[in-house]
């Protein structure tokens, strides 16, 4: 299925190579490389232009937004750029170092006793391609509705503030900050180391708290006992584990015992009786493994380039719906601003992938009913993290705050046969349908695809999970290091003198994966218009992150074994992270050719002749100097890209740039006040949003099987006799 057949997307200035314009492609669309000098030929014929330059410099270059707009008022005009085209710092100099430095990712990321270390590649921009195809997408449905183009604009900067949700929250409750840990995760009250050396490589493994995590949990215990070796994990009760409550003396006996264990056991055990015992537990896979995969094999993952060698090809598989199907208009009972307005969504999420969808489809308009339940509620739910949260309280998480904006809530025991009277007319009302459950959920609840689609032959349905729907591992345990590790992002993240390091001490994966979904479903709402024809979206995580490694993988098919590089870029002439002046003060410097270092010598005083060592112990000790935000601005003016290491502290409380993107929305909240929520980090030229606050779990129950179901005061009351709404 390509949805964006026949759609011509012209892409400036080096775009064209962006995962932005891969994912357009991979949609059907005709993406052309253009400079500025041939813009002005190729806009008037064109439904999308994606750049980088941002206003600023179109402007500058003799392309003013008005005079885009006035060449084709259709246009979708997509701007991806460090810091975005509007704000004090729109015109700053920067790049994927600088946006991680500036975005709070890179404070989080590398052992505590070294630099902070980017991520592989360039994850940032990659996040924020992926959130500007969900823009893209979404002005390309309003533009059906309105005959209106306009401008999406992405801050690269922003982004990488929003996926840091866990920083946020422990600063705003509780003034806290989180560290780098290396090869760990900190989820604000505890710290729990993820890497393990083997006796051949690396795994990623968690320890996952409650129900949730139980059944890997065991399997790693009972493992350990039949190795023999020595286990304080033998008679834990699973079920009450929460990671965020367990003694840190108690941890660190744990992971002992963990480490002696995976530093007997080989990458094969881990892939083949460590998967078939289920324990939470992936091999750290090099790029070059990544190609030799059966699981992308058997999904069909792969295509060829011109040379021949094995490339990635789709980002999600659309499986199209069945032709002839009929659509009835998208209307709805509360008609919500923004560029996704009337159409109505059946929410099945849960944790991260799920609830980050339905949350960028309703703060972009859509009408959200969150169908959730009691006996197994969601993790953000019931993860403890910070001071102002209980554990017998589901509705008082800041993190399920943030990640279930602009929703409705329906408690529903889908166990119970009665939940059907409920459900059954939503599944009529609904145009979309999103799940992240295991492959095969929904299918035993009865509401897979092929038999939703027989009851509403135009509905749209939006999967999402680690592996995929098919597939050999289409069923195995997998969270977002899983992702990570088997694309090769965490081989790849560290120096290339030490272990690997956690690719982000913040979700990736999880956080990708949704913006990936949302334009799917976007372009997919579109093809119905067009063709009356639904269609099933699989989004697995595992292939979103390989498509983040795309140059990596280019490069394993032409023979090459990609390493661990620290902070070096092979793209750009000299980058690194420098220290300043305060406890652990850092400022990222990015030098796109030799005029920019011969700049910076003249600056710094330092002599430019010298070798490149002597060079980088000069330029540490002058940087050390200075105040990182002083530094910052001195470089930034003279024309030299350079960012501070900015921690949530300074992102939240001091960052213009951030503020004047309203990054933080306040919105007013039962039990935890009004606090600023994480926005969906787009922003549109014509389609204003109006995101509002998470529910309280079953918080619009009756008022949806009144409103929407049509049941009668009398039978809404015998169903809640029988706990269909629990």
Known sequence: MKPLQDVRVLALDGTADSALARLLASFGADVRAVDVSSLANELPDAQFLIESLGLPALQTAGFSRARIEQMNPRLIHVSVTTFGSEGPRAAWHGGELIASAMGGTLRVTGDPDRPPVKEALDACWFHADMVAAAGAMAAWVDLANTGRGQHVDVSVQEVAFSRNVNGVLVWQFDRRKLHRVGGALNYGRATVRCIWPLADGFCFHTL??????????????????????????????????????????????????????????TRHDIATEGRRRGINATVVAEPGDVLADPHLQARDFWTRNNAGQRIPSRFVAMIEGEAGASVRPATSTSRRPGPLQGLRVLDFSWALVGSITTKVLGDLGCEIIKVETRSRPCLSRIDVQVSASRADSFDDKPWFAHLNTSKRSLALDLKLPQSREVLEPLLDWADIVVENFSPGTMAKLGLDYALLQKRHPGLIMVSGSVYGQTGPLAESWGVDGTGAALSGRTFLTGWPDRNPVIPGAVPYGDVIVPYVMAAATAAAVDYRRRTGKGCHIDAAMYEICVQQMHDAIVAAARGERPTRQGNDDARTFHQGVYPAAGDDQWVAIRLGSQADWQRLCAIAKLDATSSPQAANVALSAWCREHDPHALMEQLQAAGIAAGVVQDIEDLIERDPQINARHALLDLDHPLLGTFGHVRTPISFSSSATAPYRAPSIGEHSIAIARELCGLSDARIDELQQLGVFR
């Open 208 to 265: 996952m708290t409650g129900r949730f995590g139980a059944p890997a949990n065991q399997a790693l215990s009972d493992w350990i006992d039949e190795a023999g070796l020595p286990n304080p994990l033998q008679g834990v009760d699973w079920s009450k584990y929460n990671r965020s409550t367990l003694a840190p003396e108690t941890r660190r006996e744990w992971e002992q015992a963990i480490e002696a264990f995976f530093s007997t056991r």
